[in-house]
């Protein structure tokens, strides 16, 4: 008798706690009656004020330490040199699952469902935390804010309701999209890829999935679009055609350029360079192999690069290399800032927060001039461990701060001029008449072997590196 009460007992706790569990994953308890109504227009964020600037040595994690918007550098405001950017694919549709555990977050607003109801709930949510933190742009995937549908119709109809309501909540608040995409990965049609898939019907529902992107893109005002190619590559040469996939990704590329023309949108394309990941072998491998796809097939003057950190380093690169060599080629077009981790060997897409980092990548960011029209769009998402709302907003404050303080530190490494002029000097040998004939393509082999024969054993300079080190570090 005994044993059977305790064990109703358990069974009791044991229903009590699944009610309660299931309960907060769809609507939690203290915000009963909200889930329900499709037009919660309340605070989704409210124990948090607007974020503002106190200064390095401030202790509230709500505040920013470096980053100051409205400050000049090199006679530019903060803002205008970052142009700072949301990933709502993270910040509003990142759950904490990975390949080995279920979703760790339930934020408040959410029911449990990708509804269309929700999707808007979202996405106000979305208008104020970018209002809130004090962004002004904003980044999608068209899957990530409207709920895909059974045809292709319902699911464009499904993101037009949504977008109507990003164009009326970017109306009010003065924001804009920094860039929009079509997301080419998740649906399994998009197994073999997209515009690469062997299946002639892949390659057209893409296409037309893509030109709605374009279209709604253009709509919200949106000042890029980006390609990456999360498929668009292979899993064995065995049996790939690579050729004719790379020819296929250039004719879809330039159809979109073509579609870009047709409705007047005047942003900037972008391909997001990736080794692989979910693919064993991902074309766009990293900027140089994205440069010479360009050039290869024509399309050099209608694409920049959207460079991303984590990327970089997956490629073997670190990120400076990769800003470095999309910048030198005329390709530097956006930044997606993140980075990895260097003991995990995956696209981990953490927040920034090495100020080391931060300031080679302004370094290249000040020698391409700035980065508009493109800007630094927040690739990152929260660990799966940190499940508090105000996580979002401190997440996005450090990685903030990180490139308000890689600025700062840049513009010090320029005016002080110590670092420019240790790199003039390593290559003044060519300052020269002779070097200038090199340079301008005069010097022929019997020229060169004749003032070789002339000079003797040349005299070879310290590279100085140590040296270089020590002035960044005397700026960090
Ligand atoms: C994936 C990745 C994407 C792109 C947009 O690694 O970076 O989120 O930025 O599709
Ligand atoms: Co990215």
Avoid at 107 to 121: F, H, Q, Y
Avoid at 207 to 217: I, Y
Avoid at 334 to 362: H, R, S
């Amino acid at each position: 008798m005994k044993t059977w009460g305790i064990l109703l007992l358990l069974l009791c706790l044991q229903a009590v706690t699944y009610a309660v569990i299931g309960e907060s994953q769809t609507c939690p308890a203290e915000n009963v009656g909200k889930c329900d109504d499709s037009d919660w227009e309340g605070e989704f964020f409210p124990g948090i004020n607007k974020i503002k600037y106190e200064g390095p040595s401030s202790k509230n994690p709500l505040s920013f330490k470096w980053y100051n918007a409205e400050e000049e550098i090199l006679g530019k405001k903060m803002k205008d040199w970052f142009r700072f950017s949301v990933a709502f694919w993270h910040t509003f549709r990142g759950t904490g699952a990975d390949p080995f555990g279920a979703p760790t977050k339930y934020w408040p607003w959410e029911d449990g469902t990708n509804s269309l109801k929700m999707a808007k709930r979202r996405m106000r949510a979305n208008f104020e935390f970018i209002n809130k933190l004090g962004v002004d742009w904003w980044c999608f995937h068209d899957r990530d804010i409207a709920p895909d549908g059974e045809t292709l119709e319902e699911a464009n109809a499904n993101l037009d309701e949504v977008v109507a309501l990003a164009k009326e909540l970017q109306m009010q608040s003065n924001k804009k999209v920094l860039w929009g995409t079509a997301q080419l990965f998740m649906h399994p049609r998009y197994m073999h890829g997209a515009a690469t898939s062997s299946e002639l019907g892949v390659y057209a529902y893409a296409a037309a999935q893509v030109k709605k992107a374009l279209e709604v893109t253009h709509y919200l005002g949106g000042e890029n679009y980006v390609f990456w190619g999360g498929r668009e590559g292979y899993q064995s040469l065995l049996n790939t055609d690579m050729e004719r996939e790379l020819n296929h990704l250039a004719r879809f590329f330039e159809a979109a350029v073509a579609y870009k023309k047709k409705i007047g949108f005047n942003g900037t394309l972008l391909i997001e360079p990736k080794p692989q990941e979910p693919t064993k072998h991902q074309y766009d491998w990293d900027a140089a192999t994205t440069a010479n796809f360009l050039r290869k097939y024509g399309l050099i003057g209608e694409f920049k690069l959207n460079i991303e950190c984590n990327h970089a380093t997956l490629s073997g690169h670190s990120c400076h290399h990769e800003l470095e060599t999309a910048r030198i080629n005329g390709l530097l077009g956006n930044i997606d800032a993140n980075t990895g981790d260097p003991q995990v060997g995956w696209d981990t897409d953490q927040f920034l927060v090495d100020i080391q980092e931060a300031t080679m990548i302004m370094l290249s960011v000040i020698r391409n001039g700035g980065i508009a029209p493109g800007g630094f769009n927040f690739d990152a998402k929260l660990r799966r461990e940190s499940t508090d709302v105000e996580d979002l907003f401190i997440a996005h404050i450090i990685g903030m701060d990180t490139m308000a303080r890689g600025l700062k530190n840049a513009a010090t490494l320029i005016a002080d001029g110590t670092l420019a002029e240790l790199v003039r000097k390593r290559y003044q040998s060519f300052d020269t008449e002779i070097g200038a004939q090199i340079e301008a393509g005069k010097a022929d082999f019997d020229f060169l072997e004749k003032k070789a024969k002339q000079w003797g054993e040349p005299k070879v300079a310290s590279a100085k590196q140590e040296l270089a080190e020590m002035i960044l570090q005397s700026a960090l």
